[in-house]
């Protein structure tokens, strides 16, 4: 099984700067053409399953890039991004000392009072993981989110500590690990040709 990992395009919070958790924002103009961007990278692979967290720009974006109907997208609200309680819809600059610690270094420091850990994080990014390693798809498509995305990342590659936090997933970035009976390994990063220069 190949598993495609796609973070959500840009929504106008992504563009502005600020903490996007479990707000159900909707993709802008350019997180929208750069889903269609993504597709054409990937209009060869033929995928068995699309799946997406419950909110509207990863559902929107899986639809896009998996080139299906989003009523055919199945949602899975262990994909949904992390809760960041009241630092939600933050700007990431004027988060505070304590958050801005916890989300750049959550290796060293505990998620401040109300704000999902790492823990939580990597338990659902597990239990989604190994239910779907049990399906026979060829290939699978996830839309999902910055954070979550770190421990599902990590979940693959099998981290001790259950979480590859860098470097960050962008909007619209693929990565592609393939799962068979000898393991779990990371395949590469599908990216646009302008990327790569």
């Given at each position: 099984m190949k598993i495609y990992?796609?973070?959500h395009g840009q929504t106008n919070l992504n563009k502005d700067k600020r903490m996007q958790g479990l707000t159900d924002e909707p993709l802008n103009e350019v997180g929208i053409l750069q889903a269609h961007e993504t597709a054409a990278l990937v209009e060869n692979v033929d995928f068995d399953a699309v799946y997406a967290s419950p909110l509207d720009r990863a559902i929107t974006t899986g639809a896009i890039v998996g080139r299906v109907g989003k009523e055919q997208v199945i949602i899975d609200k262990r994909l949904i991004e992390t809760d960041f309680g009241?630092?939600?819809k933050c700007k990431y600059g004027k988060m505070g000392i304590k958050m801005s610690l916890y989300w750049a270094l959550p290796e060293l420091f505990s998620a401040p009072e109300g704000v999902e850990t790492v823990e939580s994080m990597v338990q659902r990014a597990s239990s989604f993981i190994e239910e779907l390693t049990e399906k026979s798809y060829n290939n699978v498509l996830i839309a999902a989110h910055g954070g979550i995305?770190?421990?599902i990342n990590g979940?693959?590659?099998g981290r001790k500590n259950g979480i590859k936090w860098r470097p960050k997933m962008h909007n619209c970035e693929v990565r592609v690990y393939e799962v068979d009976i000898n393991g779990r390994k990371f395949v590469g990063n599908i990216k646009k040709e302008k990327e790569k220069a």
């Open positions: 990992l796609v973070r009241k630092y939600e995305l770190r421990a979940c693959l590659l």
